[in-house]
T-cell receptor
Framework: NAGVTQTPKFQVLKTGQSMTLQCAQDMNHEYMSWYRQDPGMGLRLIHYSVGAGITDQGEVPNGYNVSRSTTEDFPLRLLSAAPSQTSVYFC????????????FGDGTRLSIL | AQSVTQPDIHITVSEGASLELRCNYSYGATPYLFWYVQSPGQGLQLLLKYFSGDTLVQGIKGFEAEFKRSQSSFNLRKPSVHWSDAAEYFCAVAAYDDYKLSFGAGTTVTVRA
C-alpha cells in the first residue's frame, strides 16, 4: 500500500546547488504532477506528465526540470537552487481516462540558504 | 483558466459546533471540484469530490459539500466538529477532462475546547 512515495522528506541546500526530488508511485497511474506549497498561496502546479516520455509545464515551471522515463517515476530537478524555491513540494498521481482524484505524497520540505 | 477563491484564511470553532468553509470557483463550464484536508506536516487527503449528478456530496470524516452552479460555490460543511478536525482545508477545481488542479489558498481551522 505504498501509493505515492517522495524522497527525501527534508532537505537543506545552499544557493546554487542542484538537487533531484524523487517521486515514485506503484499504482500504474499515467498522470503525475509536481506542486509547490507556499503560505497563503495554496498549491501551484510546477510540471506534469500524462505518460512516460511526455511532460509539460504548469503554472510555475521556471528553475525546475522534469523527465518521465518510466510510468512509476517522475523526478523533479532543481538546476541551481535559489532561496525563492524554499517550499514544500508535493508529487501527485492519478489514472487517466476517468474522473479520478489525485493521490498525493507526503511532501518534501526544502530549504535553500 | 479555472481558479478558486477561499475567502476565509482562518476560522476558529468550538468543539461540537458546526463548521462551514467557503469556496468559490471560476470556470466557464461544469467543473470538477474537490476538497482536501492537510494535517500539520502531512500530505493532502481527499475529503470529497464533485463531478456531476447530485449537488450534495458526502465525504469522509462526516463532511459534506454542496455544489451551487448559480453561485459558483462549493462550500464544505460539518455538523459537529471534533478536535481532530483542526487542519488546513483546500478547495480545488479542474476543468472537464483535464487533470491539472487549481487550488485555493486554503483555510486553517482551529478547534477550541
Amino acid at each position: 500500500n505504498a501509493g505515492v512515495t517522495q524522497t527525501p522528506k527534508f532537505q537543506v541546500l545552499k544557493t546554487g546547488q542542484s538537487m533531484t526530488l524523487q517521486c515514485a508511485q506503484d499504482m500504474n497511474h499515467e498522470y503525475m504532477s509536481w506542486y509547490r506549497q507556499d503560505p497563503g498561496m495554496g498549491l501551484r502546479l510546477i510540471h506534469y506528465s500524462v505518460g512516460a516520455g511526455i511532460t509539460d509545464q504548469g503554472e510555475v515551471p521556471n528553475g525546475y526540470n522534469v523527465s518521465r522515463s518510466t510510468t512509476e517515476d517522475f523526478p523533479l530537478r532543481l538546476l541551481s537552487a535559489a532561496p525563492s524555491q524554499t517550499s514544500v513540494y508535493f508529487c501527485a498521481s492519478t489514472p487517466t481516462g476517468g474522473n479520478q482524484p489525485q493521490h498525493f505524497g507526503d511532501g518534501t520540505r526544502l530549504s535553500i540558504l | 483558466a479555472q481558479s478558486v477563491t477561499q475567502p476565509d484564511i482562518h476560522i476558529t470553532v468550538s468543539e461540537g459546533a458546526s463548521l462551514e468553509l467557503r469556496c468559490n470557483y471560476s470556470y466557464g463550464a461544469t467543473p470538477y471540484l474537490f476538497w482536501y484536508v492537510q494535517s500539520p506536516g502531512q500530505g493532502l487527503q481527499l475529503l470529497l469530490k464533485y463531478f456531476s449528478g447530485d449537488t450534495l456530496v458526502q465525504g469522509i470524516k462526516g463532511f459534506e459539500a454542496e455544489f451551487k452552479r448559480s453561485q459558483s460555490s462549493f462550500n464544505l460543511r460539518k455538523p459537529s466538529v471534533h478536535w481532530s478536525d483542526a487542519a488546513e482545508y483546500f478547495c480545488a477545481v479542474a476543468a472537464y477532462d483535464d487533470y491539472k488542479l487549481s487550488f485555493g489558498a486554503g483555510t486553517t481551522v482551529t478547534v477550541r475546547a
